[in-house]
C-alpha cells in the first residue's frame, strides 16, 4: 500500500513538473511578438548602424545599455527619447541572448547567452574602432557586467569608460530565489505579477532554469564581490540604487561598493535613490508615477550623459 | 583467491578504517539508554550556521537545563554568531551578528540521538561599512523555529544540527538585506558541571 501511495505521489510530481504555462499570443512569451530589435537591429545597435565610422565619429562616445532578467530593449527606449538628436554621443540597445524572443528560447538559454550579447556588441565597436564605450545596465545586466570585469574579460581589450549601473541586482529581494535549486523543479515556473501592457515587453512567465541561472550568477559575482575585485585602469563605476526595491534587495549596492575598487585604490561611486521603483528610470507603462519619480528618472539620465560626456 | 587475499592485504587499512567506524558506530547506536545527569547542566560550546544562499557565520551558544525543567528535557539557551568569524573573515562581505535566545525541547530523553524543536528569538545588526548606506535597513528581530537532532553520548559532548527558518527577512523595503530565510546550524557542546552531580 505504502509503495502504490509513493509511486502516485511521484506521479503527481511528476505532471507537476511537466506542466507547461498558459501562454496566450498577446505575451512576448508567444513566440509571435519579437523585440523590435530583431527586425531592425540597425536602429538600436550602433555596429549595424554606423559600422564604418569616420574619425570623428569613432571618437565619439557610445554607450551600450543593456536591460535586466526578462525584459527588452524596452527598458531604454526612455532614454533614447532623452537623447532625442543629440549627435555627441551613441546610443546602442542590446538584447539579451534569450530574451526578447519565446518562451522557449528564453527557457533555453543561460547566464552566458545573456551575456553574449554585450560582448557581441563591445567587441564589434572595438573591431569598428570605436574606443570610448560606456556600459549602462539595469539589474541583472549589472551583475553580467561585473562578471567580465571580475573574469578578466577587459585585460585584453580597450576597458570600458565607464559602468554606470542602474538598479543593479547582487542581493535579490525574494529571498525564496536561494532555494530555486529545490522548488523551482516542482515549481516548473513563475508567473510575474504585472500587467497586461508589459507582457508584450516582459516575458510574463519565468523558467525554473532560467531562475537557477540567475542564482547562479548572483552567486558568482558576490563570490568575486567577497574577494575583491579592480576595475580597468581608466574605468570608472557608478551605482544608481533605490532605497525601496521589491526585486534588487538595496543591499546589493553595498555588497558593490565594498567589493570593488578604481585601478587606483579608491572606492566606487554610489547614489541612493530616494525610490521604490526596481529599474526607476523606466517609466513608461506604470502606474500612479510622482513627480518625484519623473525628477529621478531626468536626474540620472542628465547625470549619466555628464559621466560620458567627461 | 589468492589475488582475493592479495587486495585484502593491501586494502588493510582501508578495511582496519571501516572496522574501527563501524565499532564505534554500533557502540554509539547501541546506547540506548543514555545516563544523564540529574542535577544541572550547563552546555557550553561553538555555533556555526548557514544561511542558504547566503554567509556562514560562526558562534558561541550555551544552554542551560535541570532536572525540574520538564526532566532535563527543556533547555534555555543564548548564542551570539557572526558572520565576523565565517564569511566575512578577511572578505568584504557585509559584517553582521545575531544575538539569540532560545528554548529547546528534547524528544527521546533515553536515545542516543535525539529528535529536538528549538525556537529562537534575537537581534540581527549588520554594519554596512559606510555612511552612505544609513539610511538601509541594518537591524531586525529575530525569530525562527528550528527542527533537528541531538547527539547526546554518555561523555558530556553534545553535537547538534537542525535547519532552521527565519520567520522575519529583508524583502528589498523592509528588513535588512542579508537576512536568509533557511538556514542549517552545527553546534559542539562541552556540559560544564558534569562533575558537579551524575547519576
Sequence with gaps: MNRI?????IGLIGLGCSKEPAITDDMLDSGKLFDPSLYKPEQYLISKAVPNPTPAQASRPVIIACHGYSATTFEWD?????LGNRTDVYLSQVLLGGHGRSYADFKQSTWHDWQTAITTEYEALLKAGYQNISLLTSSTSGPLSLELVSSGYFASRTAPR?????????VPSSKSLSLIGVVGPMLGYIEADQPATEDKVYYHFRPQETLQQLETL?????????????????????VYKSKQDPVADPVSAVLIYNGIKTATGQPTDVQLIDSKLH????????????????????ATFADIVNRVLR | MRSSIHTLFCRGSQYRSLVLTATVLSWFTTLSAQNRPTGAVLDVGVRAQKSIGLYTETGITAQFTHAKLVHQRLYVGLSY???RLGTA??????????YLASVTYLFRPNWLIRPLVR??????????????????????????????????PRFPLKLNASVGYNLLTGDGVTGPGTLYPVFVQTSLTWNLLHHAVTR
Excluded at chain 2, 89 to 98: E, I, M, R, W
Excluded at chain 2, 130 to 139: A, G, I, K, N
Aim: hydrophobic share 40%; charged share 20%; aromatic share 8%.
Design chain 1, 218 to 238: 548572483l552567486t558568482t559575482v558576490r563570490k568575486e564581490l567577497e574577494k575583491g575585485v579592480t576595475l580597468p585602469t581608466g574605468t570608472a563605476l557608478m
Design chain 1, 279 to 298: 529599474v526607476y528610470t523606466r517609466l513608461n507603462l506604470r502606474t500612479d508615477l510622482t513627480t518625484t519619480d519623473r525628477q529621478n528618472q531626468t
Design chain 2, 119 to 152: 525556537f529562537n528569538a534575537g537581534y540581527f545588526r549588520a554594519d554596512y561599512g559606510s555612511e552612505l548606506f544609513r539610511d538601509l535597513p541594518q537591524t531586525s528581530l529575530l525569530a525562527s523555529p528550528e527542527l533537528g537532532l541531538c547527539v547526546c
Design chain 1, 78 to 82: 526612455e532614454f533614447r527619447a532623452y
Design chain 2, 81 to 83: 554568531v557572526t558572520s
Design chain 1, 162 to 170: 565607464n559602468l554606470l549601473l542602474v538598479d543593479p541586482i547582487i
Design chain 1, 5 to 9: 501511495l509513493t509511486l502516485f505521489l
Design chain 2, 89 to 98: 573573515l578577511n572578505s568584504n562581505a557585509v559584517k553582521q551578528d545575531n
